[in-house]
């Protein structure tokens, strides 16, 4: 049985679309509205599979929706959400998938009518390849989804996004935005522009010669770089952050490798080794 | 119809034994002998199929070989490769396997006798994982084999070199032994030290909500930090140079982020995807 009447899902990109393929397959919703400016984006959404009806026109799209997930970059969540909170229904709840937390949450907080409930969600999973046509009903399978809490979240708003979540990923975190931009610079923010650095900073005359480790060091760095800029930049102080506290390590590397500091070098790299060594377990 | 007679495997890990497995698959040997110190990998490996006959004596082991492939860690193959010289047969070949070139190719130029020669080999093919149990013999399908040349290799020997890796790799390319360690610094050391360090100053809290693209990034610091610091070590000048060269784009990210200065920041983020791309396609 459906958990929901009718969901809006607003941005029909990578996200966006493999959520709404998702719902759809899962049955969480009776009816699957999509918002995108664009009406290539909407047919290429139904062909696939991810909406039950679309409509360029957001006012249309929200007004008798009473759960809207924002799937657009995280730079156009606020304004989006504002825009379509004017419309929506009282009880409506407002939810996103982006990828920085504390602006976005914190910001939407003092800014929306209280008719409508706005919880901050960020499923962990994604791809470098973008857009609808990348989009995929699997997605989210064993991901985590992280919902953010904070003293204003409404707490039935709350358990409705986590009820979403609940079938699609394999589990859903609850923390503060502060909590997430913080976890989020250090396990995929940092490495992100560390993968673009890589790549960005060896030759071409190299390139042609990389083995599979560099490839697997990079792979990110073939991420959308309109989508990453925006991230980087709303998570900028926590991303400083957790460059410094890389940095300081970094730079010890250097000296233990200057100094031929053998033992100290393999005690580090070990220690690295036995940390990683616990994720694919 | 076989192109060596007797190939001598010293030291039967990963590279060893995959090497073995794929001299012996494609026949390019008519006897493959190993040498361990250890009986138990000498079994396995004749078990694995990656060798036909297998000794614990050094000298019993290169006495008839025509071709002798060094395949241990960096900091073992100049002790190894003398006192294997000793017992060779004149005329005989000495190669390696190791992922630093300079001062094991110097090294033995300048003291091995005259009755051998020295040429350095380098397939660009490994696995986080180690030993015989892991060698395969499709290890090096697809990937490059770096041979390195000095003023004082022996042409011959290159050749006969050559011959044996052109069968078993996508590619075989030539340089000298610098420029073999400063590619080699960039597309692999630096990447091996930068998932360590990654992995290293993570929080096992953090760990534990990673992303895919946190594993990507990191998956590499799970080899071996036994064979690495030797590695490292061994290419100490060169990953120094590199790190410099890296830590300067990556200070210079930093100040992007910090001064906000977006328009810059994206380009940076595109060029680098740019490149990545071309390595896929």
Redesign the interface.
Known sequence: MAVFNRVTIVGLGLIGGSLGMAIKRRRLAKTVVGYSRKSATLRAASRRGAIDAGTTNLRAAVRDAEFIIVATPVDAIVPLARQAARWCRRGAILTDVGSAKSRVVHSLERSLPRHVSFVGAHP???SERRGIEAASKELFKG??C?LTRTPRTNARALRAVARLWKPLVRQV?MMSPQRHDQ?LA???H???????????????S??R??????????????????L??DI??SN?VE??RA?D??????HM??KL??G?R?TE??R??????T??????A
């Open positions: 962990l999973a994604g991901s985590i992280i975190v976890l250090t396990t995929s940092l490495p992100h522009l560390l993968a673009y650095c890589v790549a960005g900073s060896t030759s071409r190299s390139l010669l990389a083995p599979r480790s560099f490839l697997d060091v990079t792979r990110i760095a073939k991420s959308d770089p309109d990453w800029d980087f930049l900028r991303v400083i460059f506290r890389f940095d300081r390590q970094w590397l250097r490798l200057a031929s053998r070098l393999r580090f790299l070990a220690s690295a080794k940390k990683r060594d616990t994720l694919d």
